[in-house]
Nanobody, 124 residues
Framework: QVQLVESGGGLVQAGGSLRLSCAAS????????MGWFRQAPGKEREFVGAITWSIGSTYYADSVKDRFTISKDNAKNTVYLQMNSLKAEDTAVYYC?????????????????WGQGTQVTVSS
């Protein structure tokens, strides 16, 4: 079992920045990749980005590319989501998740482990 704990959410003005953190209790074959997803009220959970632990390959949704950056600290078992140039439409609950090698980094259904989520609110 893997526990994930997110932190760093909050309220920010449009154009501002926030950095989210996701600490994993341990890294195993179950945590081949770490993903970030978000869910706004009344909308489905959507992919934001992902990173693989071993090589550090990153993937981003088109809507956040060039604004958001995912990084990792292997020693701390922690991944980060640096969010710059935030927009009102980025407002959502942000979740980190962990998945094994199989499956797609883009689909939430392929991630068996999830954090509790952290609220990000961008005021316009």
């Amino acid at each position: 079992q893997v526990q994930l704990v997110e932190s760093g959410g909050g309220l920010v003005q449009a154009g501002g920045s926030l950095r989210l953190s996701c600490a994993a209790s341990r890294r195993t074959s179950s945590t081949y990749a770490m993903g970030w997803f978000r869910q706004a009220p009344g909308k489905e959970r959507e992919f934001v980005g992902a990173i693989t632990w071993s090589i550090g390959s990153t993937y981003y949704a088109d809507s956040v590319k060039d604004r958001f950056t995912i990084s990792k600290d292997n020693a701390k078992n922690t991944v980060y989501l640096q969010m710059n140039s935030l927009k009102a439409e980025d407002t959502a609950v942000y979740y980190c998740a962990a998945k094994e090698l199989r499956g797609s980094e883009f689909r939430p259904y392929d991630y068996p482990y999830w954090g509790q989520g952290t609220q990000v609110t961008v005021s316009s």
